[in-house]
Every structure is written in structure tokens, then in C-alpha cells.
């Protein structure tokens, strides 16, 4: 399975939500913004909300300073 992550194409072994996706990208723990197809993905359905073939993922994080 291919999907777009972040502009580029990425391959996926298997289907994964966006929880899967976070982890396995190693974000857990991180605060992250995701938006899948354009929209933003409420993080209470991150664990429901399912990838599929040729979706565009965009995955943002903070980061802190001063």
C-alpha cells in the first residue's frame, strides 16, 4: 500500500491507523497534528481513523523554544 506522507510517497506493509501510523513512525509521545485527505483528525478517533491506499497524510509536530 502507498500512501503520501508529509509530499512524499511512502509505502505501508499493511493498513494501520493513525494511531499505528504515529507509532509506527516512532511519534508516539510527541505532540503531532495529523491531517488525512486535507482534513485534520480529531486525536479522539486517531485509534478508528484508518489509512488507506493512496491517501495524502500530513503528520506536524511542535517544537519548543524560547
Not at 508516539?28 to 482534513?39: I, K, W
Request: hydrophobic residues 45%; aromatic residues 6%.
Amino acid at each position: 500500500m502507498h500512501i503520501q506522507l508529509n509530499g512524499e510517497t511512502y509505502a505501508l506493509s499493511e493498513t494501520l491507523s493513525v494511531a499505528g501510523l504515529i507509532e509506527h513512525l516512532q511519534l508516539a509521545g510527541r505532540r503531532v497534528a495529523v491531517e488525512l485527505n486535507f482534513e485534520i483528525v480529531p486525536r479522539n478517533v486517531y485509534e478508528t481513523t484508518f489509512i488507506k491506499d493512496g491517501d495524502a497524510v500530513e503528520i506536524v509536530h511542535a517544537i519548543g523554544g524560547g
